[in-house]
T-cell receptor, first 116, second 114 residues
Framework: EAEVAQSPRYKITEKSQAVAFWCDPI?????LYWYRQILGQGPELLVQ????????DSQLPKDRFSAERLKGVDSTLKIQPAELGDSAMYLC??????????????FGPGTRLLVL | AQSVTQLGSHVSVSEGALVLLRCNYS??????LFWYVQYPNQGLQLLLK??????LVKGINGFEAEFKKSETSFHLTKPSAHMSDAAEYFC????????????FGTGTRLQVTL
């Protein structure tokens, strides 16, 4: 069964350092999402891609966060510089993104970030 | 703006007892509604979804949910809890557009005791 892959699974960094997370969606899925899940809360969308284009990044803190999906396949989310409040689980999800249909989003295992 | 409210951050049931996890939604248009489960240090897995077809939706692992427009609710139930059901459960809503983002509730942690 195809799955969404994410790496690393865990990351510990010091504040002001740069961190990067990688996501490989299910093959053929056009839509890719990055969510942030703070401990004790539900996931919150950071950025949504349709192929290589950003569809929604309204909740992405653009002064320190960036995301790219250059070839419309895998994606990287970067934080520079990291702050203590960035400690959270970062989840990647993908869906087929076919027009006119609401489809299931499939989630990866997540990257748990701890900023010291 | 769409939102969901999950009543009860923690629910504890005995093994074999009924599971009821509550979710109420707020949406200006007919929504799509979802229940996801998350086991410790893992991603989210879809349990079931409502997309305006049948109001009673059956999902995996014996779970089901009923969409009640008059109550703006989408509560999750399972007749008999199993120890393996212990996890965090999230209700989510999206609008009816293509590949729309999900807005999640704050989650309910289900504990199952012997």
């Amino acid at each position: 069964e195809a799955e969404v892959a994410q790496s690393p699974r865990y990351k510990i960094t010091e504040k002001s350092q740069a961190v990067a997370f990688w996501c490989d969606p299910i093959s053929g899925h056009a839509t890719l999402y990055w969510y942030r899940q703070i401990l004790g809360q539900g996931p919150e969308l950071l950025v949504q891609f349709q192929d290589e284009s950003v569809v929604d990044d309204s909740q992405l803190p653009k002064d320190r966060f960036s995301a790219e999906r250059l070839k419309g396949v895998d994606s990287t989310l970067k934080i520079q510089p990291a702050e203590l409040g960035d400690s959270a689980m970062y989840l990647c999800a993908s869906s087929r993104g076919l027009a006119g249909r609401q489809e299931t989003q499939y989630f990866g295992p997540g990257t748990r970030l701890l900023v010291l | 703006a769409q939102s969901v409210t999950q009543l009860g951050s923690h629910v504890s049931v005995s093994e074999g007892a009924l599971v009821l996890l509550r979710c109420n939604y707020s949406s200006s248009v007919p929504p799509y509604l979802f229940w996801y489960v998350q086991y410790p240090n893992q991603g989210l897995q879809l349990l079931l979804k409502y997309t305006s077809a049948a109001t009673l939706v059956k999902g995996i692992n014996g779970f089901e949910a009923e969409f009640k427009k008059s109550e703006t609710s989408f509560h999750l139930t399972k007749p008999s809890a199993h120890m393996s059901d212990a996890a965090e459960y999230f209700c989510a809503v999206s609008d009816t557009g293509t590949a729309s983002k999900l807005t999640f509730g704050t989650g309910t942690r289900l504990q199952v005791t012997l």
